[in-house]
């Protein structure tokens, strides 16, 4: 069984779930949501929460990555598609041949993290650097090569840690540091979710990664990046992910096919309401409008 008729099976057994455990026999509106993993946590949080809002209306969550949600939008499978990166020129025009015209929501944005293992001597890394550890004949090999020398790490080789070339946050790196042309190095250990990404680099000293910032743990440490080798560094952070002012921060998207109405757009609405604004704030992203989640 391919991957995307996995997540398709799962989606509609995670759909069965929900309708059969509420009981009482009502009827209830189902919104098919798929794509990215950076987004699927907060998906899934305001799936649970809209239950509480809207009980008739049930929210089935999947993540894939980015390329797997799209794909579905492209067939009409889903009625929303989370995307850590925009649809491709290819993408859409897929869709319009089959009827569909993609329609883009900015839901939040997300500061893409670089984690070192926390015994790495490394603090500040620019964009070059990153471009000559993950792109394709890339000169920074050891540690050494970058001048320090990480405690735990036999020989000093970097592990280059990446995603999956179905993911958003693959394609949105390759843009942002490779500068979209250059390839990744080959050797690199591609992961499939961002958890994972984060998980390897925490046990492994040799190992440099990248991930959103929501995925952070106080056992991992993340670089402070800077623009040019001999500019001032960013931390990456909400603040710093919503004014730009981070090198590698970008949107968090929503695609539905056309403009959204009925229980899509209600959802869509709530989402980018207070509410749905403080859950996704709640889970480490910046919201896509300054909110006030004190009370």
């Known amino acids: 069984m391919s991957t995307s008729r996995i997540f398709d099976y799962l989606a509609a057994l995670t759909t069965f779930t929900l309708i059969a455990g509420c009981g009482g026999g009502e009827q209830r509106e189902v919104i098919q ?3 990215s993993d950076t987004l699927v946590n907060v998906a899934q949080a305001w799936a649970e929460e809209y239950q509480t809002v809207n009980p008739n209306v049930v929210v089935a969550v999947t993540g894939g990555g980015s390329g797997t949600g799209i794909a579905a939008l492209i067939n009409g499978t889903v009625d929303i598609a989370n995307a850590s990166r925009a649809i491709k020129d290819s993408e859409a025009e897929l869709a319009r041949q089959g009827g569909n015209e993609p329609v883009e929501h900015v839901v939040g944005y997300d500061a893409l993290a670089v984690y070192l293992h926390q015994d790495n001597p ?3 890394m620019s964009i070059a650097q990153l471009g000559e550890i993950f792109g394709d004949g890339g000169t920074y090999l050891s540690w050494t090569d970058l001048g320090v020398e990480v405690p735990g790490c036999q020989d000093q080789e970097i592990v280059v840690v990446s995603r999956q070339n179905n993911s958003g946050t693959y394609a949105y790196f ?3 540091v490779l500068g979209g042309t250059r390839d990744y190095r080959l050797g690199t250990r591609d992961l499939h979710g961002s958890k994972d990404v984060v998980d390897l680099v925490e046990k492994t000293p040799c190992a440099i990664g990248y991930s ?3 995925y952070a743990t106080d056992h ?3 670089a402070c990046i800077a623009t040019e080798a001999d ?3 960013v931390e990456p952070s909400v603040p710093t992910a919503s004014d730009g002012t981070y090198p590698i921060a970008r949107p968090l998207l929503m695609y539905t096919n056309g403009q959204p109405a009925g229980k899509v757009k209600d959802y869509l609405d709530w989402i980018l309401s207070s509410t749905g604004q403080c859950i996704i704030l709640d889970k480490g992203y910046a919201p896509a409008s300054d909110v006030n989640c004190s009370q």
């Open 212 to 214: 959103g910032l929501a």
């Open 174 to 176: 390759r843009e942002a």
């Open 220 to 222: 991992i440490k993340m």
């Open 231 to 233: 500019g001032d560094c």
């Open 122 to 124: 490394m603090t500040k």
């Open 33 to 35: 949501n798929k794509g």
